[in-house]
């Protein structure tokens, strides 16, 4: 055997390593971000239907939101207006929808058309958002949301 041959053959085996070893890694990147796109949907399913027990279940307690008027308000505030019978969301339309998976924290970033009623009055906002997801316990719950109001 010739020793560029043995050289070749030895960079392959080493590449055929590489890949076996990351390759894992790979496809748990694709299905953390498939499972994060799942989790984003049944969240505003959850905001329209008012499914607090799903909100619950992916707010981390010490989550911090921050409005399109830039105030902050936590998981409690947000789930006592989902609970409010006189507030509802009536639309909610999700553009643009990014997902980043980095090891146990996702980033989602996209626009949103959202209307809503407050005591019967009708209103639409335009915004972009972020939401920072991060897996606690083997499961992944929202710790950090902001949005961003934009012109239609």
């Not at 006592?80 to 999700?94: D, G, L, R, V, W």
């Not at 998976?101 to 639409?124: F, K, P, W």
């Amino acid at each position: 055997m010739s020793r560029k041959f043995a050289e070749a053959v030895g960079l392959l085996i080493g590449l055929a390593l590489i890949i076996f070893v990351c390759a894992p890694r790979l496809n748990a990147a694709n299905d953390d971000a498939a499972e994060i796109k799942q989790l984003s949907s049944d969240y505003k399913t959850a905001l329209l239907t008012r499914d607090t027990k799903f909100l619950s279940s992916v707010i981390a307690p010490d989550e911090v939101n921050v409005g399109t008027n830039g105030q902050p308000f936590d998981r409690q505030a947000l789930i006592a207006k989902i609970e409010n019978p006189s507030f509802s969301y009536k639309k909610i339309e999700i553009g643009d929808l990014a997902v980043q998976v980095v090891g146990d924290m996702a980033l989602t970033r996209g626009t949103a058309t959202v209307t809503s009623e407050t005591s019967g009055v009708s209103a639409s906002d335009n915004f972009r958002f972020v939401r920072i997801w991060q897996r606690l316990a083997g499961k992944w719950q929202v710790t950090y949301f902001q949005a961003t109001h934009i012109q239609a």
